[in-house]
């Protein structure tokens, strides 16, 4: 495994991430750092992948499984607050899901690799960008510099404040939330304030849209048909008095367990909007966007994963919920066979996208442990 002079490059590099965050499709600095690690560090081969992305492949040369851990590269439209030396030079970009500590983890597990050759098949590691508004592992699996080969597992991990440090998380079948959001525009007709009737005025149907997005949520993580409609931004009209509005605008966020569910209330919300905008004459358009698709572990790679915290002596928590946070890692696990698990990130850590979050060096090692265990049991 790691020895103490490696778990002190790693922590300094994974600092170094943490000074100098991007955002997401905006990782050239994050991605030329990371081909100059493993360059320097490692035996691995290296390509630039997805745009902004890396990844990095040891092969055998040998028949056997070809495998695939993803790691995510991108930071957040967030002010730090933090005055830690390693704080970000950015002003309002800053690295507060960890993806700064994932990135970390697989440059220690390449040279982990680097140091115990794998025997048999191929591991490939994916530095992923663009996790944040869910286009990178898009990009990534439509480069054609990674298509070509059938891929047997593929594996991911996050961080988790709350959780006792290095506890593992698992869960077999969802362990994410489907999540998509739309951007709802209804255009009508601008009118004298003193006579809004001679105008077509969107307030009537926001204010209907609000009511729906209430109705149609079941907000019960422990009910298979768990769902969230999320109002997160709505404007009408104008500062201007005399004016009625005549154009509104309304974002809102879905996020449920089943897919199939998910694709029965985005179909009724369209119909909604199209019938309500009907009766009270506006012209409506919508926009989906920052689709996330479910984590879908497979019950393999999750028994994979357990048997590697028990190697590693580390605690396990067998969770009964999903996540209801969005993850683009779903995009694999719904082409591949495998898993996303959890590594605690200690109970007093602030919360994931507070602006005082910060990953912690500490569980380096042993996230970087799980991932070699998982492969000593493939390769």
């Known amino acids: 495994m790691l020895d103490n002079s490696q778990i002190d490059v790693l922590k300094a590099e994974r600092r170094a991430l943490h000074a100098h965050p991007e955002v997401s499709g905006q990782e050239y600095a994050t991605q030329e750092r990371i081909v100059r690690f493993l360059n320097t560090y490692t035996k691995a081969k290296v390509i630039k992948v997805g745009g902004t992305g890396v990844m990095a492949t040891f092969d055998s040369g040998k028949p056997g499984k070809n495998t695939l851990f993803r790691g995510d590269t991108d930071a957040l439209p967030i002010q730090e607050i933090n005055t830690f030396e390693h704080r970000s030079v950015f002003e309002g970009i800053s690295h507060k899901c960890g993806h700064d500590g994932h990135t970390a983890i697989l440059l220690g597990l390449a040279m982990v690799l680097s140091d115990n050759p794998i025997k048999n098949g191929k591991v490939r590691l994916v530095f992923q960008p663009a996790e944040e508004?869910?286009?990178?592992?898009?990009?990534?699996?439509?480069?054609?510099?990674?298509?070509?080969?059938?891929?047997?597992?593929?594996?991911?991990?996050?961080n988790l404040p709350g959780y006792p440090k290095n506890q593992i998380v698992v869960k077999e079948n969802?362990?994410?939330?489907?999540?998509?959001?739309?951007?709802?525009?209804?255009?009508?007709?601008?009118?004298?304030?003193?006579?809004?009737?001679?105008?077509?005025?969107?307030?009537?149907v926001i204010a209907d849209l609000l009511l729906y997005a209430e109705?149609?949520?079941?907000?019960?993580?422990?009910?298979?048909?768990?769902?969230?409609?999320?109002?997160?931004?709505?404007?009408?009209?104008?500062?201007?008095?005399?004016?009625?509005?005549?154009?509104?605008?309304?974002?809102?966020?879905?996020?449920g367990w089943s897919t199939q569910l998910m694709k029965e209330k985005c179909i009724r919300l369209e119909s909604f909007v199209k019938t309500k905008s009907s009766e009270y004459n506006l012209l409506p358009k919508t926009e989906w966007l920052q689709e996330f698709f479910a984590n879908e572990n497979h019950p393999e790679a999750v028994e994979l994963i357990r048997l590697a915290a028990k190697q590693n002596t580390l605690p396990i928590l067998e969770k009964v919920t999903p996540f209801r946070w969005g993850e683009d890692f779903g995009l694999f696990t719904q082409k591949f066979k495998g898993a996303m698990f959890g590594i605690g990130a200690g109970e007093k850590t602030p919360a994931l996208h507070n602006p005082d979050y910060d990953f912690p060096d500490d569980i380096l090692?042993?996230?970087?442990?799980?991932?070699?265990?998982?492969?000593?049991?493939?390769?």
């Open 133 to 158: 508004d869910g286009m990178g592992a898009k990009a990534i699996l439509a480069d054609e510099r990674f298509n070509g080969e059938e891929i047997d597992y593929v594996f991911a991990l996050h």
């Open 365 to 379: 090692p042993n996230a970087v442990a799980m991932f070699h265990k998982i492969i000593d049991q493939l390769h």
């Open 174 to 204: 969802e362990f994410t939330s489907n999540v998509k959001s739309i951007i709802i525009k209804l255009f009508g007709k601008t009118s004298h304030a003193a006579e809004p009737e001679k105008g077509y005025n969107p307030s009537r």
């Open 215 to 255: 109705e149609n949520t079941h907000n019960h993580p422990e009910s298979k048909d768990f769902f969230l409609m999320t109002p997160v931004f709505l404007t009408m009209g104008s500062t201007s008095y005399g004016i009625s509005a005549g154009y509104g605008e309304v974002h809102l966020t879905l996020r």
